[in-house]
Nanobody, 127 residues
């Protein structure tokens, strides 16, 4: 399985922006990959935030992400990005990058569908 390495998290004030990166290490995202960003708040289960099909770049967003987050991928850099704007304190969580075989959109593409994971990056939104 390809190894994933996230970066870009940190401390941000409400209304601020961040861009997360997820780079493939020791391998590449294949054309049949679906990659996604998940978040896990303290005491809660990991949930999908956004997903992208490597082939074609079509995207999915859950409710909290629509209008605030944009997921993109860079084929040449083997990297998936999550641009986040207008952040709120309730978005505080550890954000994980996951990847697995191409599938239908969530709920089919979920935690169990990802064979590769990064270690996560903490985002804390606070004033």
């Amino acid at each position: 399985q390809v190894q994933l390495v996230e970066s870009g998290g940190g401390l941000v004030q409400p209304g601020g922006s961040l861009r997360l990166s997820c780079a493939a290490s020791g391998g590449t995202f294949s054309i049949d990959t679906m990659a996604g960003w998940f978040r896990q708040a303290l005491g809660k289960e990991r949930e999908i935030v956004a997903a992208i099909r490597w082939n074609g770049g079509s995207t999915y967003y859950n409710g909290i992400a629509k209008g605030r987050f944009i997921i993109t991928r860079d084929n040449a850099k083997n990297t998936v990005y999550l641009q986040m704007i207008s952040l709120k304190p309730e978005y505080t969580a550890v954000y994980y990058c996951g990847a697995g075989p191409n599938s239908s959109w969530p709920p089919s593409f979920d935690v169990s569908a990802c064979g590769s994971w990064g270690r996560g990056t903490q985002i804390t939104v606070t004033s």
